[in-house]
């Protein structure tokens, strides 16, 4: 599956494909941030954009033999123009999930492209929905069969549901067994998740200023003054990304004894998540605290612990009570406020957990984590001395990588070739990233300011050297 970003923020023209960790690296104001929103609004909202349609004729064979069948290799077949037809409609959903102007995205194109393997029929389903308590329809379908079956559970003349209601849920079930795989539930951990940590109690405070200024005009006639006010809260509006990201903060109380995929069968990465942060998170009955490794009885507010505790707050509570396998996690920037050697543990703590079957979207700036990745693709070789090395470095195995597991992208400007232009123009892109099984990636944005500082430095020592 590859995306095709064209006048996207500062990304003119650009293609990429996910993997189970996908990187975009590069400069400030590349371009990084606008791909991540644009594709967070896709995952979240991809149901109001997508749907298969089926015929009325099927729902009538239905009604009148109390089943029908469906072959799923059709809808397969379509899904390509399902999915276009989709895009088109989320470009104009786009300035919400931006919170920006309404023309912001007129000219942007935003497609998703299929590959022959994307699309996988090989799971077993089954479904049953109706009215009320009563279970009027069922769906099922059996492992590596393509086949669907419907079935009415009751007599047509006692299916209390319209046959256009059933037809929509049929629809909305077997869009879900077309698209569920590709766009997966997803989280994001934005770059305003420090503040979020601090300030959750308190991010509503526009809102409820709002309410209470048209309490204030209530009884006063005024409908002008309440439709202003409206107005001017809309104005207020943060993107989707930011509001999912506040919404969850501000929940983290409500998770309660809810254990994630991650909690139940791999809790040697909550320790790992543990060691980044020095301790770990508690909800106590007078609030929520961190509580220091090794400390006795000592536990801090969010407002009293450090930036890189709160940075992660909701990364944690994700990890320990939401996330399932297949989910997609998206963390922008994850270096924030973090050691170079704690972002070296970030990054095998996401080899960690794509390995257990979490899929992980980042953007980054730390040439740390880039080198602490390489290192995990170089040690995972069937040479003695780097098994031996990796063992005496305390590396796991769960924690090493392959170049297939990563798709990597610096956001720069390159020599791409634009729609509808017959020469290659120099323009802002996202350009693919090399990863070999030996030497790793090299990203090319980290490496040159690392030589430019070292030839500087290098030149400073030699003026030192010469006056003495």
Not at 36 to 63: C, M, N, P, Q, R
Not at 184 to 205: C, H, N, Q, V
Not at 382 to 394: G, I, P, V
Request: glycine content about 6%; proline content about 3%.
């Amino acid at each position: 599956m590859r995306f095709i970003l064209n006048n996207l923020g500062k990304i003119k023209c650009g293609e990429m494909s996910l993997a189970p960790l996908t990187l975009i690296c590069g400069n400030n104001n590349a371009g990084k941030t606008y791909v991540t929103y644009a594709l967070y609004g896709f995952f979240k909202l991809w149901h109001e954009f997508l749907s298969v349609d089926i015929d009325d004729s099927t729902i009538e064979t239905l009604w009148h033999d109390g089943h029908v069948e469906l072959d799923m290799n059709n809808f397969k077949e379509q899904a390509q123009d399902i999915l276009n037809r989709g895009c088109k409609d989320y470009i104009k959903y786009m300035p919400r999930v931006f919170a920006t102007k309404p023309d912001r995205f007129k000219d942007t194109a935003f497609g998703i492209k299929l590959e022959n393997d994307d699309i996988r029929l090989n799971r077993s389903y089954h479904q049953d929905f109706g009215s009320g308590t009563k279970n009027i329809v069922s769906i099922d379908k059996k492992t590596d069969s393509t086949v669907v079956t419907v079935s009415l559970l009751v007599e047509s003349s006692e299916a209390k549901i319209t046959k256009q209601s059933a037809k929509k849920y049929i629809e909305i079930i077997l869009t879900e067994m077309i698209f569920g795989e590709l766009f997966p539930k997803t989280y994001i951990a934005s770059t305003e998740r420090t503040g979020a940590a601090i300030f959750r109690r308190d991010l509503y405070f526009a809102r409820n200023r709002l309410l209470e200024q048209i309490g204030n005009t209530t009884g006063s006639n005024s409908s002008t003054d309440i439709i202003e006010l409206a107005f001017r809260a809309h104005k207020n509006d943060y993107p989707l990304p930011v509001q999912d990201n506040v919404e969850f903060s501000r929940s983290l109380e409500d998770c309660g004894p809810n254990q994630s995929y991650i909690a139940k069968q791999h809790h040697e990465i909550l320790e790992s998540f543990a060691d980044i942060i020095g301790g770990d998170y508690q909800v106590k009955k007078d609030g929520l605290f961190y509580i220091p490794k090794g400390s006795k009885g000592t536990r801090l507010s969010m407002q009293e612990s450090s930036s890189s505790v709160r940075s992660l707050l909701d990364i944690g509570f994700y990890l320990r009570h939401q996330i399932q396998k297949g989910d997609f996690l998206m963390i922008d920037e994850p270096e924030l406020n973090l050691h170079p050697s704690n972002q070296r543990r970030m990054a095998r703590l996401f080899a960690q957990l794509i390995n257990a079957g979490i899929n992980v979207f980042v953007t980054t700036h730390s040439d740390y984590l880039i080198r602490e990745l390489n290192t995990l693709i170089m040690l995972n070789s069937d040479r003695e001395q780097l098994k031996q090395l990796a063992t005496m470095e305390k590396y796991k195995q769960e924690e090493l990588l392959i170049p297939s597991q990563l798709s990597v992208y610096i956001a720069k400007e390159a020599s791409v070739a634009l729609p509808d232009k017959k020469k290659k123009q120099i323009c802002q892109t996202l350009v693919p990233v090399k990863i070999d099984s030996k030497y790793g990636m090299e990203v090319t944005t980290f490496d040159e300011t690392i030589r430019e500082m070292n030839r500087i430095q290098d030149k400073i020592l030699d003026l030192i050297e010469e006056e003495s």
